[in-house]
């Protein structure tokens, strides 16, 4: 059974740094693409970044492109989001997501396997 767990959510001010991280098992890790989306009250799930399987392509969504960094540890089967500048409009719960397909996009209804989410809140 494919698991994904995420961890690292929290309050924090305006301008600080998070590290959320994803834990995955049940797949063979290095063979998916892997996403984070972002979700506030009210709104759509929103695209904020992904990786492929060999960390060697990476893609951002506009709003967290320059602050937000994704990346992967294919032998601890975890993908990390490194968050630097933190804004308020960041606030929301943070996914992460599964893909087998090899290239790397932002098209949420194609990620086959999700995690329950973390949260960040980021007070101004």
């Known amino acids: 059974q494919v698991q994904l767990v995420e961890s690292g959510g929290g309050l924090v001010q305006a301008g600080a740094s998070l590290r959320l991280s994803c834990a995955a098992s049940?797949?063979?890790?290095?063979?998916?693409?892997m996403g984070w989306f972002r979700q506030a009250p009210g709104k759509e799930r929103e695209f904020v970044a992904a990786i492929s399987w060999s960390a060697g392509t990476t893609y951002y969504g506009d709003s967290v492109k320059g602050r937000f960094t994704i990346s992967r540890d294919n032998a601890k089967n975890t993908v990390y989001l490194q968050m630097n500048s933190l804004k308020p409009e960041d606030t929301a719960l943070y996914y992460c997501a599964a893909d087998r397909s090899p290239v790397v996009h932002s098209d949420v209804s194609l990620y086959a396997y999700w995690g329950p989410g973390t949260q960040v809140t980021v007070s101004s």
């Open positions: 049940g797949l063979h890790f290095s063979s998916y693409t």
